[in-house]
C-alpha cells in the first residue's frame, strides 16, 4: 500500500522561501512529481523527477525558483522553492504511479503574500 504524506506549506511573504516534503512508503516508483492546484483552476504539473537517473523536468513558471529532488535514503521527495509570487498559491500535491500518477498525497496549503 503506497502512502504519500505531504508537510511544510504555509504562508509566506512574496520573494520568500519554503520546502514542501512528501515521505514516501510502500513501493518507489521511477517517476515522483509535485503538482498544484490553485482556486477556480485546474490542477497542474509543477516538477517532476526520475528518480533513476535524477532527470527533473519544469512548469515554464517555476523554472528557476523551484527545485525538485529526492533523498533515497529517507524516502522522502522534496520541493524547493524560492522567489515565491503571489500567483504560486495553491494546495500543493505530491503523486506517484504507474498509470502515471495513481497514487497522491492529501495535499498541503501554500499561501504567498
Known amino acids: 500500500h503506497v502512502q504519500l504524506v505531504e508537510s511544510g506549506g504555509g504562508s509566506v511573504q512574496a520573494g520568500g522561501s519554503l520546502r514542501l516534503s512528501c515521505a514516501v512508503s510502500g513501493y518507489n516508483y521511477n517517476y515522483m512529481a509535485w503538482f498544484r492546484q490553485a482556486p477556480g483552476k485546474e490542477r497542474e504539473g509543477v516538477a517532476v523527477?526520475?528518480?533513476?537517473?535524477?532527470?527533473?523536468h519544469y512548469a515554464d513558471s517555476v523554472k528557476g525558483r523551484f527545485t525538485i529532488s529526492r533523498d533515497n535514503a529517507k524516502n522522502t521527495l522534496y520541493l524547493q522553492m524560492s522567489s515565491l509570487k503571489t500567483e504560486d498559491t495553491a494546495v500543493y500535491y505530491c503523486?506517484?504511479?504507474?498509470?502515471?500518477?495513481?497514487?497522491w498525497g492529501q495535499g498541503t496549503q501554500v499561501t504567498v503574500s
Open positions: 503523486a506517484t504511479g504507474s498509470s502515471p500518477y495513481n497514487y
Open positions: 523527477i526520475y528518480t533513476g537517473g535524477g532527470t527533473t
